[in-house]
């Protein structure tokens, strides 16, 4: 017998009461349950669909259950899922081989989350400050960007400058030295004797899809390798097909000593992260000094191994560009209908909605109702970030949502 509308609302609204009476509350949901995926497109416990146009922060770049990576799952899950790395497995040797060479790098360090990855990136700089830069105990500091997001381990938010992720979390990590985002000049000056690194994201996400000045990443290459400094570019994000590259580097022909990667990485299945980089950094860890018991395990390795063959291709990242062009150009044509700009790269858009319209929130929750799941951020800003394998009507037709939800809006402010 069919189930009722109100009765499967009653589920809905069931199953969120569960999850807000016994999960601590550090997210702010909006109020859907999605219950299945498939592509670009989710469905709820209410059986309505919804374009997922989070992808889960660019964890699910290909795709809800993609089937590549579905089988490259199950094929290893009625094998052997972890081992740890007591011991080898058959899986982790072709994992790290073919990402490096996706790098253009020697080595793969393998972690679980994007936060670890970050982590890992901040130890490896600190032992080859003092291994091989000479710095001297204890005095190495790593220059990071204003704006930014790199997870929220105690480490992280000690150089964060989000409130929200900062306070009450002290006592604070040391060791970091806080920039104007795009400033080249202000890391200069920064830089001392100490300093092992400059960690930044190529396009700050969190923030809300800010783009630097093109001659940015160029300037601060030049930079690092002219004072001897590491340059780590935090890719979890932007990386791996998002922007319409590889990597968000690649868009200025510029290449890190250190890329930080993570979540498209376990293509939405697994968390699988990496820092990778070349033998003469990643080289200065030796057996005992930084470890994980699931980093690298078989299941997530033969993932990440699907995910890499697929970005091999370079068709994913064909498709992001040019989608991202269509998308770029229709959303900048709402600009004063509601938006006040719009930034970012591929199929990543940050949309700034007039603060006197509507809140970014407020955005979101009535896109929702549209069918269009988004996510907002710092007040008036929403985010777009698709999966890679939506198509242009698709795009299409959530940007005519947008429209005309901002088209709501105006009523009822007029």
Request: hydrophobic fraction near 45%; include cysteine.
């Amino acid at each position: 017998m069919p189930t009722s509308r109100s009765a499967e609302a009653t589920r809905t609204s069931v199953l969120i009461a569960e999850e807000e009476a016994h999960a601590a509350h550090n997210y702010h949901p909006l109020p859907v349950v999605v219950a299945s995926g498939d592509g670009a497109w989710v469905t709820d416990v209410d059986g309505k669909r919804y374009l997922d146009c989070l992808a889960a922060y660019s964890a699910v770049n290909f795709g809800h259950s993609n089937p590549v990576l579905l089988d490259a799952a199950r094929a290893q899950l009625g094998r052997i899922t972890l081992t740890s790395r007591a011991f080898h497995n058959d899986q982790l040797g072709p994992f790290v081989t073919e990402l490096a060479a996706l790098a253009g790098k020697d080595m793969v360090l393998p972690m679980n989350t994007g936060a670890e990855a970050v982590e890992s990136g901040i130890k490896v700089a600190r032992a080859w400050g003092y291994r091989v830069k000479g710095v001297a105990p204890a005095q190495a500091n790593i220059i990071v960007m204003a704006g930014n997001f790199h997870g929220r381990t105690t480490t992280i938010i000690s150089f964060s400058d989000d409130a929200d992720a900062r306070d009450d979390f002290g006592p604070y990590t040391p060791g970091f030295r806080i920039v104007p985002y795009g400033d080249v000049a202000a890391i200069e000056a920064a830089i001392d004797e100490n300093t092992v690194a400059v960690l930044l994201e190529p396009i700050q996400g969190e923030a809300g899809i800010v783009v630097p000045p093109a001659d940015f990443l160029p300037a601060v290459r030049e930079l690092t390798t002219r004072r001897n400094v590491l340059f780590i570019a935090d890719e979890i994000q932007s990386g791996l097909g998002r922007t319409g590259a590889t990597f968000a580097c690649d868009l200025v022909g510029v290449v890190p000593d250190l890329y930080l990667l993570g979540k498209a990485l376990g293509g939405g299945i697994v968390p699988v992260s990496a820092v990778v980089g070349n033998a003469d950094v990643l080289g200065v860890l030796a057996p005992g000094q930084h470890g994980s018991t699931f980093g690298g395990n078989p299941l997530a390795a033969s993932v990440g191994i699907a995910v890499v063959r697929m970005l091999a291709t370079g068709e994913m990242q064909e498709r992001a560009r040019a989608l991202g062009d269509h998308l770029h150009s229709a959303l900048t044509r709402l600009i004063g209908s509601g938006v006040v700009a719009v930034r970012g790269a591929g199929l990543w858009a940050g949309i700034d909605i007039d603060p006197a319209l509507a809140s970014g929130r407020a955005v979101c929750e009535a896109l929702m109702e549209r069918g269009v799941l988004a996510k907002d951020t710092h007040g008036s800003t929403i985010r777009l970030a698709p999966p890679l394998v939506v198509s242009q009507e698709d795009l299409d037709w959530a940007v005519a949502q947008l429209a005309a939800v901002l088209e709501d809006f105006t009523h009822r402010t007029a």
